[in-house]
């Protein structure tokens, strides 16, 4: 115990969801590299183990501070997402930041009277929910914990601000956790937590490998989108992490610069 105190008195904790592919692995990664400690979560615990491995490669045991904690969560199982941060606070006995990234697009391209109820219903319970649960479990330990205090960074989208064609559950959701950020950034004031979002743009994942091929557009063409390096979104969440708490990110677009965001819709 005392061995850990040392540890937490060193190094701050962050807790990534979505840890396991994309953005919150590189995040992950460029945390790690930073000193922080991670605790990762995630739903497949071979995709996390190598998001683990990954830091411990590329920074070093040592970079990592004390350690990187795996834990496969579903974040929209409220019992699971108290045992994973029950697990953290038992590994580090603190919490410093939440990235709060894990998401889902869902069944892009179906039109809205077409889209089944259970494909909504998984998009609002992953994006919206699951993000309300692991704020809400962040919250209640930043609040309990001495010193009190820390940061929430919710991974939001540029569909928080346009949609793409075919994409309400998508963008409903992104739309409902900027009021979520907005919310947490004031019910946090009285306790020391900050809470900000990160609204990313084509950045290069899986999960935006189609912008490759060719997505539809507002116009009814179909195009090829550019994309940017996920580690430039990466960089973005660890300026926004290491900043005093007296000091706020609110709110963050990234995005490649020729991506047809602006005017689009």
């Not at 937490?8 to 969801?17: D, F, G, R, Y």
């Not at 038992?90 to 069944?107: C, I, K, M, S, V």
């Not at 346009?162 to 309400?168: E, L």
Request: charged share 15%.
């Amino acid at each position: 115990m005392n061995a850990m105190r040392e540890i937490n008195s060193k190094h701050k904790i962050a807790l990534v969801t979505g840890a396991g592919s994309g953005i919150g692995r590189a995040v992950s990664l460029a945390l790690g590299g930073a000193g922080w400690s991670l605790v990762l979560a995630g739903r497949t615990a071979s995709s996390l183990t190598e998001t683990a491995e990954g830091v411990a490669s590329a920074a070093g045991a040592s970079a990592a501070g004390g350690g990187v904690l795996v834990v496969p969560t579903d974040v929209t199982v409220p019992e699971e997402v108290d045992a994973l941060f029950a697990a953290a606070r038992e590994r580090y006995g603190r919490l410093d930041l939440l990235f709060n990234n894990a998401g889902t697009f869902g069944p892009g391209g179906v039109p809205v009277d077409e889209l089944p109820f259970s494909a909504w219903r998984k998009v609002v319970d992953t994006n919206l929910t699951g993000t309300f649960l692991c704020a809400q479990a962040a919250f209640r330990q930043m609040k309990a914990q001495d010193p009190r205090g820390g940061r929430i960074i919710n991974n939001g989208s540029v569909s928080a601000h346009a949609p793409r064609p075919d994409s309400i559950a998508y963008t409903a959701t992104k739309h409902a956790v900027t009021g979520l950020t907005k919310s947490l950034s004031l019910d946090g004031r009285a306790y020391g937590i900050a809470c900000g979002q990160i609204d990313v743009g084509n950045a290069a994942t899986d999960m935006t490998e189609r912008m490759r091929r060719g997505v539809p557009q507002a116009n009814g063409e179909v195009a090829v989108e550019p994309v940017m390096d996920v580690g430039d979104v990466a960089g973005v969440v660890t300026h926004m992490a290491e900043l005093p708490l007296s000091a706020n990110v609110q709110f963050a677009t990234v995005m490649a610069t020729a991506m047809p965001l602006i005017g689009r819709g």
